[in-house]
């Protein structure tokens, strides 16, 4: 069983809507959860992150982490073409690990 | 323009000769690092670097030699290429040694084929 769990999709969506990504992990120890932009032959590119439970938002984005059920949520509201990307989330301890992306297509 | 630079961004090359995939950052970050990504299994961390003259195994190691001689540049050596180091490679680099894990920038890939 993998340390992080996210399904790769593909997820299409209309523009306008709202995104719902999200990942499972097995390991209490995960402090920092963070979520990654990845443009096609791009790099990652670090969306945002949070330190243990609770929400951060930040413009059209918005991070959960619930620590009890080992589980984090990011949200895109109001989508748009320029959000169609792959989506990795990541999360640490004394060392990172990564889930496996999601890729989106936001339909204009 | 803050960056994080590779070359080259792709190489087909045969087994077993070596190759060098070379990394540079121009934000003076401390922290240095090196990931293949393939599909299905996400990002997995091959080496990294605290600061010059310090390096260590992340998870994959195998197969991969690094070296930190100088701040800006984190080179990552294939001594003896094989077909199952076929992938997309990505170095990184971060500002704060504290966070360094969680605020990495990452740059724009080497894509290699090992035949």
């Known amino acids: 069983q993998k340390e992080v769990e996210q399904d790769p999709g593909p997820l299409s969506v209309p523009e306008g809507a709202i995104v719902s990504l999200n990942c499972t992990y097995s390991?209490?120890?995960?402090?920092?959860f963070m979520w990654y932009r990845q443009y096609s032959r791009k790099g990652p590119e670090l969306l945002m992150y949070?330190?243990?439970?609770g929400n951060k938002e930040d413009g059209r984005f918005t991070a959960q982490v619930d620590k009890s059920s080992k589980y984090i949520s990011l949200f895109i509201r109001d989508s748009q073409p320029s959000d169609s990307a792959t989506y990795l989330c990541?999360?640490?301890?004394?060392?990172?690990?990564f889930g496996a992306g999601t890729t989106v297509t936001v339909r204009a | 323009e803050a960056q994080v630079t590779q070359n080259p961004r792709y190489l087909i090359t045969v087994t077993g000769k070596k190759l060098t995939v070379t990394c540079s950052q121009n934000?003076?970050?401390?922290?240095m690092s090196w990931y293949r990504q393939d599909p299905g299994l996400g990002l997995r961390q091959i080496y990294y670097?605290?600061?010059?003259?310090?390096?260590d195994k992340g998870d994959v190691p195998e197969g991969y030699k690094v070296s930190r001689k100088e701040k800006r540049n984190f080179p990552l050596i294939l001594e003896s290429p094989s077909p199952n180091q076929t992938s997309l490679y990505f170095c990184?680099?971060?500002?704060?040694?504290?966070?360094?894990?969680?605020?990495?920038?990452f740059g724009p890939g080497t894509r290699l084929l090992v035949l």
């Open positions: 990541a999360m640490s301890d004394y060392k990172l690990s």
């Open positions: 390991n209490s120890a995960f402090q920092y």
């Open positions: 949070t330190y243990s439970s």
């Open positions: 934000m003076n970050h401390e922290y």
């Open positions: 670097s605290m600061n010059v003259e310090v390096t």
């Open positions: 990184a680099s971060a500002p704060e040694q504290g966070l360094a894990r969680e605020t990495q920038y």
